[in-house]
């Protein structure tokens, strides 16, 4: 006995092996290789120890070799390619179900240890027992409110909830989806008896499934969810699972025929269109989360934080008492907040939010170690005050305090969980203090917001879709096992040409939308992909496509193909200044500074008088070699410009080259004296000296300079020789130099 299980032990794959082979398996089914997908499989599935696998496995074998057969001799199947397509997606399926079933055994991941734990539940009992509850519940609710038996009901819905969990583990961990329980979860997310919470829960099961195994039965279920269903929050879940999974699984979507038949009734949903893009939009703007986290984390909450001991001193400074909810209506405190810097670091925030943004990721996601988050399902649960946890965390007094937080803006359904959680954790004393405050807040939004009722409902969809995305990305960026499943919020969110979906996503508005997301948030590569595919399905041109197109070229250093779009932008807008300001800097970055002068001469004749667009001119003939011609610009961007003096530092430059070393030296002594000098500064007056043979004031210079870079000697000599062609004409070898920064890092003698 002992023999023969070292033996079985000795024979199994590692999970390493298992899915090493399963990638060779699908790389041969995507390349149309399926002899040797077939092969592969066979060796795959003799170590599978369910005889029905192999034996369905030796069918889908047996039909391939008749189709081959048929083929070989002439004979011509109208219905081929439709058997092939049957074939590819059972070969598909079987794969996964051999990795599941060399694994589920003994394998620590979330999926496999439901799958053990359920293996001998039924979907039909779990549901007749949930519906029992949900009976229960009405029952116990039908009774006036003040003499409800408010422990009775508490504990029945602990067991609704519990009953959900179970039906969301069973259905999310099940593969394939046998046709009985397909029937079973149609049905259920087609009641209207059932919770909305509890068919929303529904849907996210059927697509965590997808995002471990690809089932195209819950993809199915998912797509005439969306068409059917009347519920907003459940039809926007299950359009946001099907778009993710499809991109997911492009091609093995791709090779569906059975999908389109579903697609096609899912696009005649009124708000299909609206809805796509709604969607797109807010999955690809989860690409914003981490900078977004990171500007609230290190820039906005630091200095507001670092402004508020200040301002507290000197409101207190002015008045013994004060209420802080007056401070926006007394014009001298609100001075203050924006003397202070904390104004415009609120005003950011709050922009932030009304853009959309994740602003709260960074506070809640220290709050997701309760216990109720270890519960995989209830990172997809929407908030309902009627559930056990907001119950408990509010008693009967408080219900107008629940229904609020369900109403809290900004707030997603996963964060208004933490919110309640952490609530309930506090003392007493305090816990009253933030719900006292936090209902006096709520008042006030919830009037502004009767006073905005009809935008509000317009914008309800949107941001039931957008709540439900954050739910998502906190799950996929924060729970403790996220790697056992496909990181989908990693991947990249290329929605174009979506199979069997490409009219929709692929659409000019959305595009053009997308792309300038990207753009506003410095993604040029995404922009430049978006912009080029919104060309593309454009019969005539939009000129300002071709202008943001270049810009994002420019910034990515693509300089030729940034110039190409300005041009042709040109063509359109011969007197926009912004291009024409691009046009000729991507001319100077080329080192082409007689054309870039051509364009500075025109932007000049356009809008006279501006110094910057002076200074450029004059950094095109210094560029050009024509140094003399450029320090007359200088001079006069100089008069033009009395308070800042930007031309001091390229009219001290020119005076070197020219000779004129006096002028130089005093403008240096200026730029040096008003306390702004850089690195370069101190290096060109240093130059400035060494050519005038004053070497001892040029090292002191050189020794400046070298502090500023701190203390790295390589970067000041790199700066140094840069400039040896100049020197050079003025009689400066390279030993010189060599000698002169050889003394400039030499310790310095004692007195």
Request: negative net charge.
């Amino acid at each position: 006995m002992l023999f023969a299980r070292f033996l079985q032990q000795k024979d199994s794959m590692t999970t390493q092996e298992i899915l090493k082979q399963r990638d060779k398996i699908v790389a041969c089914i995507d390349k149309q290789e399926l002899t040797q997908a077939i092969e592969k499989l066979s060796q795959l599935a003799s170590s599978v120890p369910d005889a029905l696998l192999r034996e369905h496995l030796e069918q889908v074998k047996m039909s391939y070799d008749f189709m081959l057969r048929y083929l070989s001799q002439g004979v011509l199947d109208p219905q081929r390619d439709d058997v092939l397509c049957h074939i590819v997606n059972e070969l598909s399926s079987l794969t996964d179900q051999c990795v599941i079933a060399l694994q589920e055994r003994e394998s620590p991941q979330v999926i496999y240890a439901r799958r053990r734990e359920l293996s001998n539940v039924r979907l039909n009992d779990l549901l007749d027992q949930y519906r029992t509850q949900v009976n229960k519940i009405s029952l116990l609710q039908s009774v006036d409110e003040s003499q409800r038996d408010q422990q009775a009901l508490l504990q029945v819905t602990k067991q609704r909830e519990q009953c959900e969990t179970t039906i969301f583990n069973k259905v999310w961990s099940t593969f394939p989806t046998p046709k009985g329980d397909a029937e079973l979860i149609e049905q259920f997310l087609a009641d209207e008896t059932i919770p909305v919470p509890a068919r929303c829960l529904m849907v996210m099961a059927l697509f965590l499934g997808l995002m471990k195994f690809y089932d195209e039965t819950k993809l199915t279920l998912l797509i005439d969810t969306y068409a059917s269903c009347h519920e907003t929050d459940v039809q926007l879940r299950a359009i946001i699972a099907v778009l993710l999974t499809m991109n997911s699984y492009r091609q093995r979507v791709q090779r569906s025929r059975n999908l389109k038949r579903h697609i096609d009734a899912m696009t005649e949903v009124t708000s299909f269109t609206d809805d796509i893009a709604m969607v797109m939009y807010r999955l690809i703007s989860t690409r914003n989360t981490d900078r977004v986290t990171q500007q609230v984390t290190q820039d906005i909450i630091p200095d507001i934080i670092k402004a508020s001991p200040d301002l507290m001193r000197k409101l207190r400074d002015r008045r013994a008492e004060f209420d802080p909810d007056e401070l926006e209506g007394n014009p001298e405190w609100q001075q203050m907040l924006e003397d202070n810097g904390v104004a415009a670091k609120m005003e950011q925030f709050s922009q932030l939010q009304q853009e959309g943004s994740d602003v709260l990721i960074s506070m809640f996601s220290r709050l997701k170690s309760f216990p109720f988050f270890q519960t995989l399902s209830n990172w997809f649960l929407p908030y309902h005050s009627s559930h056990s946890v907001v119950m408990e965390s509010f008693g009967e007094e408080d219900k107008l305090m629940r229904d609020m937080i369900a109403q809290a803006p900004f707030m997603c359904n996963s964060d208004r969980y933490s919110f309640c959680l952490t609530l309930r954790s506090m003392p007493e004393s305090q816990r009253q203090l933030m719900v006292s405050q936090t209902r006096q807040q709520m008042e006030g939004l919830d009037e502004l917001e009767a006073e905005q009722v009809i935008e509000r409902r317009n914008q309800r969809r949107d941001t039931i879709a957008t709540r439900c995305v954050q739910d998502l990305y906190r799950f996929f960026k924060l729970f403790s096992r996220r790697g056992e499943f496909l990181a989908v919020m990693d991947n990249e969110m290329n929605f174009t040409a979506l199979p069997y979906l490409a009219t929709y996503t692929d659409a000019p508005e959305t595009l053009q939308v997308i792309a300038e997301f990207y753009l506003k948030n410095e993604f040029d590569h995404d922009a430049v992909k978006y912009f080029e595919h919104l060309l593309s399905t454009q019969e005539q041109t939009d000129p300002i496509v071709l202008q943001k197109l270049g810009f994002a070229h420019e910034r990515l250093g693509n300089t030729r193909e940034a110039l190409k779009q300005y041009k042709r932008y040109e063509l359109a807008n011969d007197n926009d200044l912004w291009t024409l300001r691009h046009i000729a800097s991507c001319y100077r970055k080329l080192h082409i500074p007689d054309k870039a002068l051509e364009y500075y001469e025109r932007i000049d004749r356009i809008k006279p008088g501006q110094v910057s667009t002076t200074l450029n001119m004059g950094h095109a003939l210094l560029e050009n070699g024509r140094i003399d011609e450029a320090l007359q610009y200088y001079f006069k961007a100089d008069l033009m410009d009395e308070t800042k003096h930007r031309a001091w530092r390229p009219i001290a430059w020119c005076d070197f080259l020219l000779g004129n070393d006096e002028r130089s030296l005093d403008y240096y002594n200026r730029i040096i004296d008003g306390g702004k000098a850089t690195m370069s500064d101190y290096v060109n007056r240093g130059h400035v000296h060494l050519c005038g043979q004053r070497i001892v004031e040029a090292i002191a210079d050189y020794r400046q300079a070298l502090a500023l870079a701190g203390n790295d000697g390589a970067a000041l000599r790199e700066t140094v020789l840069a400039d040896l062609p100049h020197l050079r004409v003025r009689g400066i070898t390279q030993q010189d130099v060599m000698l002169v920064l050889d003394a400039v890092e030499a310790p310095l003698s004692p007195a």
